[in-house]
């Protein structure tokens, strides 16, 4: 039998990344050091590309039972509304933020993954690990300080923020922790408070920002800088609320109370070799934005469906360097977008908080403004352009380009009339004729993972040209009907 993947930590990222694997009915170890799963609420929402990502792997009704729709979100000076965002703007099968805490989105992850025959292996915490010729050697330590050896394929470090892989592989996590103090609540709250809303309050005391969990209960989250850094008290957090968001709300009931500070941190590579980071262990940024989750979430869907196509012998493992380039990219802009929204909320100048005032309410005026906010929260407008899987053959002017995430659309395969996204699903790739008829594929390719399909020309995809799609539903490349060859030349070059 081949040696399994061992994936550490069973957070968010790492369960998703076991349960993307196993979709792909690869042999999975996930081991986790805590006795239990958390049961804090941290991460609120599931933005739509990722739902979109648990859908290409058939995995989304369970979360979107679980969850509830968040419409939109407002930013507001004081009382004075600047922003309103909606987000059934997004062009997205799942037009909303769907607010799930993030103990449900374990526990709905460790179901899935209980039915595909996987067990969280708890009280086991990797201490020492060592490349060998052939995979990788773990050391586990129980609980009661005996040892297991094991030698793996891959180590996958989806062990948090504190990552045990990332200190033993010394690599830096460079960036820096901000000098504001926050505190947060998860309370009731009774008030003319939007259940299906996200509202942040500037205010010149500081920020406010409620996040609705569940009926009247509430996330609170507000910058108590110059404060001590200290869990609250309910007196506090009510305190809180009557400075920033006004009389007429009543805290009560609290849950959780709690302070942090933010860190904006990251590595400059995600892998040294056959040892990869995700989520946390890799970049960890401020919840402006309400990213970190999400961002680990999707770094894990990148890299199963490279390593499935790798451990089945379908692609060459010269497939698992992109994976660095893409995410760390993709980490800087989620970095820079949070960090961005965090210093503007927390200007305390009066001149530049006006300045910024005025700046946000021509934003809250401006349609496209507004979707480009709308679009980089709900991350569907993350690509990956420029990178070596997203090769440009011949420009496609106004259409998809390569990189870029592919819209669903009906199509017809040799299976029958089906939607694009169905024919991803289990790892593979599709070879989309647009306007033409379906193209053929040579038997080697059909069986390492590549269908052929057709469709009629729809917005994005010009009549014919061919695109060839990965399993996570970005566009490798694409190019006139007539030059398959050179499409097909490019997949062939990372098998
Ligand atoms: C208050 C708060 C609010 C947040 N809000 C949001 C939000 O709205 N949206 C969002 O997207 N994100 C949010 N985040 C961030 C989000 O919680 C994290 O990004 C997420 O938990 C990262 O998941 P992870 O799986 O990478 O790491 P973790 O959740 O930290 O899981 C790591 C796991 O690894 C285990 N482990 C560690 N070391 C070892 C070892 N040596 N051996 C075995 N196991 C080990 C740990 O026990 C743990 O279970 C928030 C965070 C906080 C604190």
Request: aromatic share 6%; glycine share 8%.
């Amino acid at each position: 039998m081949s040696q399994p993947v061992l994936v550490v930590g069973a957070g968010p990222v790492g369960l998703t990344l076991a349960l993307a694997l196993r979709q792909q009915e690869i042999a999975v170890r996930l081991v986790d050091r805590a006795p239990q799963p958390s049961d804090r609420s941290k991460a609120l929402v599931i933005w739509p590309r990722t739902l979109e990502l648990l859908d290409l792997h058939g995995c989304v009704q369970p979360f979107l039972e679980a969850g509830l729709q968040g419409h939109g979100a407002r930013i507001q000076a004081g009382q004075r509304l600047l922003v309103a965002l909606a987000f059934s703007r997004v062009q997205s099968p799942f037009p909303y933020a769907l607010m799930i805490p993030q103990n449900r989105t374990e526990a709905v992850l460790t179901q899935l993954l209980a039915e595909r025959g996987v067990q969280v292996e708890r009280e086991l915490e990797l201490s020492d690990f060592a490349e060998t010729e052939s995979g990788v050697r773990a050391e586990l330590t129980r609980a009661d300080g005996s040892k297991e050896t094991m030698q793996c394929s891959y180590l996958l470090g989806c062990d948090g923020a504190h990552s045990a892989v990332r200190h033993r592989l010394g690599l830096a996590y460079s960036g820096e922790t901000l000098e504001s103090n926050w505190v947060l609540a998860d309370v009731k709250l009774d008030g003319p408070a939007a259940a299906d809303q996200v509202a942040v309050v500037w205010n010149p005391d500081g920020i406010l920002a409620l996040f609705p969990i569940v009926g009247n209960r509430f996330r609170i989250i507000g910058d108590v800088s110059g404060a001590e850094a200290a869990d609250p008290s309910l007196e506090q957090v009510q305190a809180l609320v009557d400075q920033r968001l006004g009389s007429g709300f009543r805290a009560h009931d609290p849950i959780w109370l709690s302070h942090f500070r933010i860190n904006e941190r990251k590595v400059d590579r995600y892998s040294v070799g056959r040892v990869f980071l995700a989520g946390d262990a890799a970049h960890i940024h401020s919840p402006a934005g309400g990213q970190g989750m999400n961002t680990g979430m999707q770094d894990a869907f990148n890299l199963a469906w490279k390593l499935a196509l790798v451990l089945q012998g379908k692609a060459g493992s010269q497939l698992l360097e992109t994976y660095s380039p893409e995410r760390s990219g993709i980490g800087d802009q989620v970095l820079r977008n949070a960090g961005v929204l965090t210093r503007v909320a927390l200007l305390r100048q009066p001149l530049l908080r006006r300045l910024r005032n005025l700046l946000f309410s021509n934003l809250g005026r401006s349609r496209r403004l507004q979707r480009r906010l709308v679009e980089q929260l709900c991350e569907t407008d993350l690509h990956y352009r420029g990178s070596a899987l997203s090769p440009v053959l011949v420009r496609s002017g106004a259409g998809l380009a390569p990189g870029d995430r592919t819209p669903d659309l009906a199509c017809s395969a040799p299976s029958g009339e089906t939607r694009l996204h169905a024919l991803l699903r289990n790892g593979r790739l599709v070879l989309l004729s647009v306007g033409n008829p379906r193209p053929a594929l040579d038997s080697s390719l059909a069986r390492d993972g590549l269908v052929s399909a057709v469709a009629a020309p729809q917005p994005g995809y010009r009549a014919g040209w061919t695109y060839l799609i990965r399993p996570d539903a970005y566009l490798c490349s694409c190019a006139p009907s007539a030059e398959q060859e050179r499409l097909l030349a490019v997949w062939e070059a990372w098998r």
